[in-house]
């Protein structure tokens, strides 16, 4: 019998510690704005899915091997990932790359990073943002696997700042207690979010997404999700 759309499952990669995107809450669930609007989606549109976590690198790579079908991990929609192969969806939501040091660093500005060792996440656009500006700014970038050992590094001193996305920073700083501060100053444009689908014959799902995504806004289930993960 024939496969139809609605009979598949369609796995889903995601990272695994990007607050709040994705995250495991203290009952172990696996949650945040990514998992909650994947979820709202197929139901409004009637699909299944598998929702796998696999941190940053390991997701991209299931996509890239046609071993899960989307990206859904906070992507950040560039023109570079675009002439690699990458199909976006509609944008979802709009963020940005800066740097965060140690409370109490003196570091404020690029300038300040001069001779300094910067730890970025490995193939994110963190890391793209950082090694545009080391031979100007005179820095040394060292890559980390995950968002959390990212961290660690600057609060553990093996670094002397961190390049993430700033809502990612702010939820780890807040939820994390870390001794680190934002630089403002550092900030890169904006550059929103989209699902990521690395093979055409996936369109089908992405134009699934983003009719579900244009209803689930319109009906104000979107909101609610931010709402949940980021109302204060
Ligand atoms: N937004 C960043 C990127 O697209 C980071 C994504 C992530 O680490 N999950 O590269």
Do not use: H
Not at 53 to 77: E, H, P, R, Y
């Amino acid at each position: 019998a024939d496969t139809t759309a609605s009979d598949k499952t369609w796995v889903i990669a995601m990272d695994t510690v990007f607050r709040p995107f994705e995250y495991t809450d203290e009952n172990g669930d696996f949650v945040g704005i990514d998992v909650d609007i994947i979820k709202a989606v197929a139901a409004d549109q009637g699909f299944k899915i598998d929702i796998q976590s696999l941190g940053w690198d390991a997701a991209v790579t299931a996509v890239q091997a046609g071993q899960a079908d989307a990206l859904l991990a906070g992507a950040s929609i560039t023109d570079e990932r675009k002439a690699n192969g990458w199909i976006f969806s509609d944008s979802y939501y709009d963020s940005y790359q800066v740097f965060a040091t140690k409370t109490g660093s003196g570091i404020e500005t690029l300038e300040d990073l001069k001779g300094k060792t910067v730890a970025v996440k490995n193939a994110t656009a963190g890391a793209q943002y950082a090694e545009s500006l080391k031979d100007e700014y005179g820095f040394k970038v060292d890559t980390y696997e995950d968002s959390p050992t990212m961290y660690q590094a600057v609060v553990l001193g093996q670094a002397d700042a961190c390049v993430e996305d700033k809502p990612i920073m702010a939820d780890s700083i807040k939820s994390g207690n870390l001794d680190l501060v934002i630089a403002e100053s550092t900030a890169s444009d904006v550059a929103p979010y989209g699902l990521a689908i690395m093979n055409e014959k996936n369109q089908e799902f992405l134009d699934m997404f983003n009719a579900g995504l244009k209803e689930i806004k319109d009906n104000g289930t979107y909101d609610e999700i931010l709402d949940k993960y980021l109302g204060n």
